[in-house]
């Protein structure tokens, strides 16, 4: 089945620098990469996706790419702020019906 | 802002105890789905189910498990005889479509005793 690597697993930055996440996966068939945040005890909220027909998308501070050939997908998020601060997952859908989610990275933005 | 709804949001049973965790998604979505995250790990898919049957199933939801649309508006989790090891947060998700974005509900911290 489809196998999610994340890095790093936590990620301290400074306010107002950028933050990157990188994720792989292993199943080509993959074609949809969500990324998810989740801040302590709450649910996790999807913040940006991507399909594999797009190289790059953008949503205000934060963006996703993916590189097909190299199966690895990353989230920026720049100008980081304290509220930025929570655990943010990546994920890929091997088929229809399902997401495999990587192991999360703990961001911690440093006031 | 529509929302899933879970309840309870806790529950603690006695190992070998049946536990039914409840979940309303959002009225318009088709979709729906059961992950379960164990404290400080990654989510972990459990079941999605359309059309009234279950259209994928992993590894973990083995015969203890069973999930049930009753009506036009639940969407339910069966443990039938819950072991410590399914201590964990249960989220329930819906989706309007295949691979549209998830609502996740807030989740039910399952405690087995």
């Known amino acids: 089945g489809e196998n999610v690597e994340q890095h790093p697993s936590t990620l301290s930055v400074q306010e107002g620098d950028s933050a990157v996440i990188k994720c792989t996966y292993s199943d080509s068939a993959s074609n949809y990469f969500p990324w998810y945040k989740q801040e302590l005890g709450k649910r996790p909220q999807l913040i940006i996706d991507i399909r594999s027909n797009v190289g790059e998308k953008k949503d205000q501070r934060i963006a996703v790419t993916l590189n097909k050939t190299a199966k690895h997908f990353s989230l920026h998020i720049t100008e980081t702020q304290p509220e930025d601060s929570a655990v943010y997952f990546c994920a890929g859908s091997p088929n229809d019906y399902k997401l495999s989610f990587g192991a999360g990275t703990t961001v911690t933005v440093r006031a | 802002e529509p929302e899933v709804t879970q309840t309870p949001s806790h529950q603690v049973t006695q190992m070998g105890q049946e536990v039914i965790l409840r979940c309303v998604p959002i009225?318009?979505?088709?979709?729906f789905y059961w992950y379960r995250q164990i404290l400080g790990q990654k989510v972990e898919f459990l079941v999605s189910?359309?059309?009234?049957?279950?259209?994928?199933k992993s590894e973990i939801f083995d015969d203890q498990f069973s999930v049930e649309r009753p009506d036009g508006s639940n969407f339910t989790l069966k443990i039938r005889s819950t072991k410590l090891e399914d201590s964990a947060m249960y989220f329930c998700?819906?989706?309007?479509?295949?691979?549209?974005?998830?609502?996740f509900g807030s989740g039910t911290r399952l405690t087995v005793v």
């Open positions: 189910f359309y059309n009234n049957e279950i259209s994928e």
């Open positions: 009225s318009n979505h088709l979709y």
């Open positions: 998700a819906s989706s309007v479509g295949l691979k549209a974005g998830y609502t």
